[in-house]
């Protein structure tokens, strides 16, 4: 198992989940180096809301047969909306993006600062699907809103956690998301050959 070591020898972590499969190796690579996550869970970005009741369920599922802290964070698509008015056509990986993260990873920053978290960090930055440049961006600014409140950059991509992830996806029968989350990578996806859709995308 990856060893790794918080900034400060922290033992506990705020987690952000963008849902089961992206933290699931993470969680595991946590506890085996006895650092405890609360699982905190805001994604108001997911469309629609059947969807995201399906991956919030999936990520208590996991959660809970740890016998961890779930924390189930507010849903409001339409404030979400509001957050990223103008940037619609957006590419993935671009303005929309970077907006997205900064709403999300605020929250948990917010959260953090009020319950005694002195660290956060994300599943989000597990994903090859979003650019890590714009996730750690966005979660040095929302920690630099609250003292005492720092963005754990660790880069959970590497150490074999991608592989440890498909086993874990197969042992606990995840299901299967198609895209990342919002209505506009929704559409994208619609206009992409069957094949090239293939695998989890979180
Ligand atoms: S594509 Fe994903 S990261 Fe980008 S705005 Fe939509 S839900 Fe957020």
Not at 81 to 101: A, N, S
Not at 143 to 159: C, H, I, L, T
């Amino acid at each position: 198992m990856l060893k790794i070591e918080t900034p400060h020898g922290e033992d506990k972590v705020l987690l952000h989940s963008c849902c089961a499969p992206c933290s699931s190796a993470i969680i595991e690579c946590l506890l085996a180096n006895d650092i405890r996550p609360t699982v905190f869970y805001y994604n108001p970005n997911i469309y629609p809301q059947k969807e995201y009741e399906i991956r919030k369920a999936e990520a208590i599922r996991y959660t809970q047969s740890l016998g961890l802290d779930f924390v189930d964070a507010d849903y409001n698509y339409a404030a979400w909306r509001e957050t990223i008015k103008g940037m619609e056509d957006e590419p993935e990986r671009g303005g929309r993006c970077l907006k997205c993260f900064l709403l999300r990873l605020g929250e948990t920053a917010r959260y953090a600062s009020e319950h005694g978290f002195s660290i956060f960090t994300t599943t989000l930055a597990s994903s090859r699907w979003k650019s890590l440049d714009q996730i750690t961006e966005a979660g040095r600014r929302a920690a630099s809103q609250y003292p005492g409140v720092s963005y754990w950059e660790q880069n959970w991509r590497k150490g074999g956690l991608s592989e440890r992830r498909n086993q874990i996806i197969k042992e606990y029968d995840f299901y299967n998301q198609q895209y990342c989350g919002c209505e506009f990578s929704m559409r994208r996806l619609s206009s992409i050959p069957n094949k090239e859709k293939e695998g989890e995308k979180g």
